[in-house]
């Protein structure tokens, strides 16, 4: 069988890339959102309720599903709850923070999952991992010190509580989903936190839908984008793996970053660009080594 040819090596890493891209250009145009007067809840449920409708049409559509069982759906639902924490936690700190400090705090769920992972026994460590992992958590910490005004501590306590609460997702999908179907579970996952935000939203009236079209046309952008971002994964792990996706998946944070600054006007300065560098290197390193 002839080696795949560097065009076509090119092409099967595209789907990775489009669904980093998506959710990144989701992450920094929430920002928006919360500029024209919408509230998180609010985005976070027209988000949940359009990812159910595309994602329902492309399980129509696309490869023939694995069926689950009782318990693997009854897990994936349960799943949703973490998921929705995942979802309002990011959001919210992307309100209160820069979209740069925001997306790379949550970006540690990598090292998170490997570190938990590693305790309770469902992955090795190596010791040049658990090195990644030290100078991550450094590089993290150095593009927090270097923000030039006061940052909010309960957003990054947000964005933390998210990469933990998707750490906790991962594992246990890991655990008692290795056999089900992917698409599946994020159905069944995505079912139940979207209705965790209506059911929030019925109780506490507090709708606060964007005030300007701006505001709207980015809602329509940031579900479309994320819901887009969901297929290219699931199209880029078929095509690649799961591992060489995860690693193409480190181009979230930087172009969210990137996008950013001339879209929100938000400043990286030369020592938060270092410590972000050196949080994705070791970041890269850590999914390579452990």
Do not use: C
């Amino acid at each position: 069988m002839d080696a795949p040819q560097p065009q076509e090596r090119r092409l099967a890493l595209m789907p990775g890339i489009i669904a980093a891209t998506s959710f990144a250009v989701s992450d920094a145009l929430a920002k928006l959102v919360f500029a024209s007067g919408g509230d998180v809840l609010t985005l976070a449920l027209i988000r949940g309720i359009v990812g159910l409708g595309i994602l329902f049409v492309y399980l129509r559509v696309g490869p023939p599903l694995k069926p689950d069982t009782a318990r693997t759906r009854t897990i994936a639902l349960l799943l949703g709850l973490l998921f929705a924490a995942v979802v309002y936690g990011l959001f919210e700190a992307i309100a209160l923070i820069t979209v740069p400090i925001a997306v790379l705090t949550y970006f540690i769920y990598p090292l998170l999952t490997g570190i938990g992972g590693w305790m309770f026994g469902v992955e090795r460590l190596s010791w040049q991992g658990a090195l990644a992992a030290i100078v991550a958590f450094f590089g993290l910490a150095l593009m927090i010190g270097a923000y030039p005004h006061h940052l909010s501590t309960l957003g990054l306590a947000l964005a933390l509580g998210a990469a933990l609460s998707r750490a906790v997702f991962l594992l246990v999908a890991r655990a008692e989903l290795q056999q089900a179907d992917p698409r599946l579970t994020t159905w069944n996952s995505l079912i139940s936190s979207t209705a965790v935000f209506a059911i929030a939203a019925l109780l506490t009236m507090k709708w606060q839908a964007p005030q300007d079209a701006v505001g709207w046309i980015a809602v329509i952008i940031v579900s479309i984008a994320t819901a887009s971002g969901i297929l290219m994964l699931y199209v880029s792990t078929n095509r690649i793996g799961p591992f060489r996706t995860a690693v193409i998946m480190n181009l979230e944070p930087l172009l969210a970053s990137l996008i950013s600054v001339p879209l929100l006007g938000e400043i990286i300065t030369p020592l938060q660009a270092l410590g972000g560098a050196v949080m994705l290197g070791a970041l890269v390193t850590f999914q390579i080594l452990r």
